[in-house]
């Protein structure tokens, strides 16, 4: 059985350190998505698809994305057995202050746009500042775009400067807002993982920050793509 422990990701505190480094990362395919605002990585071929819902600001991302699932999944990407969504949310700049999250969102589809998403993304979740310090400045944000080889550049520089994809950060946040439905107008929470469709329940959310369980969970989904709804956790 799958241990888990539920945590509802929505705002929290605290200083989070680390880094994490895949060989290949920038070889996977990547793409925007006929919506405008789903950015779509990995072997489109693929049959496990996982649809995560992130805030670069939420610390609980980066908790998944450096030290839980996060590792697994990229392993699995550049193995060719799952494909990955991204939707973009930016609400923890209005609850906690500042404007991180939108500018980090605008930088990621900047980069996105040179080929360089998987990448960057990964360096802004390993240097993620501390919640409640607005720390992805244009500077800062500039400054972690030159650890990722060939994405700094005059296109790249002066979308970050002039937050040229300010009209996909705010579609992005609307899909965020509608992924919730009726009983979750303002969003799902952060990060919030569906796998083939069906939406990892909060109450076993725990699972995305823990390596092996997760790891377990999509072996498991990948032997039986359409029974996953009988795995326990």
């Known amino acids: 059985m799958l241990c888990a422990v539920a945590v509802l990701a929505l705002v929290c505190c605290g200083q989070r350190a680390g880094q994490t480094e895949y060989d290949g990362m920038g070889d996977l ?7 405008g605002t789903t950015v779509h990585v990995g072997d489109p071929e693929a049959r496990t698809l996982v649809h995560l819902y992130e805030d670069p600001r939420c610390p609980y991302c980066r908790d998944f994305e450096v030290d839980g699932g996060g590792p697994v999944l990229a392993e699995a990407l550049l193995d060719r057995e799952v494909r ?60 972690l775009a030159g650890e990722v080889d060939g994405l700094r550049g005059p296109a790249f520089d002066k979308a970050v400067a002039t937050m040229k994809y300010r009209s996909f950060v705010t579609a992005s946040q609307k899909a965020y807002e509608r992924a919730g439905g009726a009983e979750e107008p303002e969003g799902p929470g952060t990060p ?13 959310s725990g699972v995305l920050y823990e390596g092996e369980p997760f790891g377990r969970l999509l072996r498991e989904i990948d032997a039986d793509p359409q029974g996953w709804e009988d795995v326990r956790f």
């Open 84 to 143: 990955v969504r991204y939707t973009l949310a930016s609400f923890l700049d209005d609850r906690v202050g500042g404007s991180g999250s939108k500018k980090a969102v605008n930088a990621l589809r900047a980069a996105l746009a040179e080929g360089k998403f998987v990448e960057y993304h990964e360096v802004l979740y390993a240097n993620q500042p501390e919640e409640s310090v607005d720390g992805y400045t244009d500077d800062r944000l500039l400054e």
């Open 29 to 35: 395919p990547e793409k925007l998505g006929a919506d």
């Open 192 to 204: 919030t993982a569906v796998v083939n469709d069906k939406r990892i329940p909060l109450e076993y």
